[in-house]
């Protein structure tokens, strides 16, 4: 039991930390101190829902029909390109962080909107969370199974929660127009990386 529970925590950390679009978008909310609380929940309960649909087994199911990986992968990659494309079009204007706190802070709705959107349309949520962990889980017995998986989720919550209210740490820096626009088009280069990752396999044929 104790094992699993480390093991999970651990290997889900690993899958977690990595950079990625919703790591990024979290920090950049987390910098400007846009809804931290309700976007670090709303990121670990999906990492919740995900991991334990994933241990319950719904992995198999997303290798088994093949359809559900291609519209993940295409919807996902759109929306990264979109996402992507309107952080480079913004690192071309000259704001600090109290320009991009009003603009950014936009409206709860669209705070959570974008964070759903990041999240379900990633298909690195799927193939990490409910593919990898779920297989990975397998390994246990069936009664510590579920402690894998809690470990994961714990390891979830504690990432993300420590990336939105960490980041404000990060507030002095970001009062300069220049290192926003860095992080902007770190964060264009993020997404964008993504989606190529995403799509190249069609490109090469390997995709379908």
């Given at each position: ?12 950390a ?7 679009a ?6 950049k ?12 929940l ?11 649909a994933?241990?319950?087994?719904l992995?198999q ?11 993940a ?6 929306f990264?390109?979109?996402?992507g494309?309107?952080?480079?079009r913004?690192s ?17 709705r669209?705070?959570m909107i974008?964070?759903?959107?990041i ?6 949520l ?5 593919v ?16 894998f998986?809690?470990?994961a989720?714990?390891a ?11 980041a404000r740490l990060?507030a002095?820096?970001f ?10 088009r ?23």
């Amino acid at each position: 039991m104790q094992t699993a529970f480390i093991q999970g925590m651990g290997i889900g950390a690993s899958l977690i930390i990595a950079v990625g679009a919703q790591n990024a978008f979290v920090l950049k909310q987390g910098i400007k101190r846009a809804y931290p609380f309700p976007i670090a929940l709303t990121c670990s309960l999906i990492d919740a829902l995900m991991i334990t649909a994933g241990v319950a087994g719904l992995g198999q199911l997303i290798l088994a029909v093949p359809a559900i990986k291609h519209l993940a992968s295409f919807g996902g990659a759109a929306f990264l390109l979109w996402y992507g494309f309107n952080a480079l079009r913004s690192s071309f204007k000259s704001q600090g962080l109290e320009t991009g706190d009003t603009e950014a802070a936009d409206s709860f709705r669209k705070a959570m909107i974008t964070t759903l959107a990041i999240s379900f349309l990633n298909p690195h949520l799927y193939l990490d969370t409910v593919v990898l962990l779920g297989s990975i889980s397998t390994k246990f017995d069936t009664e510590v199974r579920g402690w894998f998986g809690a470990g994961a989720v714990l390891a979830s919550f504690i990432w993300f929660f420590s990336l939105s209210f960490g980041a404000r740490l990060l507030a002095p820096v970001f009062s300069r127009p220049a290192a926003w626009r860095y992080l902007d088009r770190f964060i264009w280069l993020t997404m964008w990386s993504i989606a190529l990752a995403i799509l190249w396999p069609y490109f090469q044929g390997k995709g379908f």
